[in-house]
């Protein structure tokens, strides 16, 4: 199974700086059978925003590097460029009336067929009114993991 992370879970996992929260939990466990994808774009962000990740963690910059190190070890990152043109296209449609930030995200997982992983309720919400079922909340994913949350 293929996970597309977005920059909100990304985040998340950042300020949520307790090792035992589940949302760390389910990140950092191993599935065999998972595979954890996100876009160059969660990069950027988690770079730009950097000192807000400092403040909202409340961790030192150098105790924050090393945990942004351990979590972008989990995940595997494609180019956007990589992205075929009708994903893009589609992910536009879906995602224009909520936000378009997350265009990347919706067309990577279009590409490749994988489940999006967002804690961005009103994005979730909105691509399923629009009839994009794969989309997961943490709760969806470690219910479909078999983890207890």
């Known amino acids: ?18 090792k035992k929260s589940r949302l760390s939990e389910i990140f950092f466990r191993t599935f065999p059978d998972v595979r954890r994808i996100s876009c160059h774009y969660a990069l950027d962000e ?3 925003h950097r000192e807000k990740l400092i403040k ?6 150098d105790k924050l590097d090393a945990l942004l190190f351990e979590t972008l070890k989990q995940v595997t990152f494609y180019d956007e460029s990589t992205i075929s043109p009708k994903y893009w296209e589609q ?5 224009k009336d909520v936000d378009s930030k997350d265009i990347a995200f919706v067309a990577l997982a279009l590409q490749t067929g994988g489940m999006l992983w967002t804690g961005d309720k009103k994005l979730s919400n909105h691509i399923k009114t629009m009839g994009f079922e794969r989309v997961l909340s943490t709760a969806e994913l470690a219910l479909l993991l078999n983890i207890e949350y």
């Open 1 to 18: 199974m293929i996970i597309i992370v977005d920059s909100n879970i990304l985040f998340s996992v950042c300020i949520a700086t307790e």
């Open 46 to 48: 988690l770079t730009q």
């Open 56 to 61: 909202a963690s409340k961790l030192p910059a």
């Open 91 to 95: 992910a536009d449609q879906l995602t």
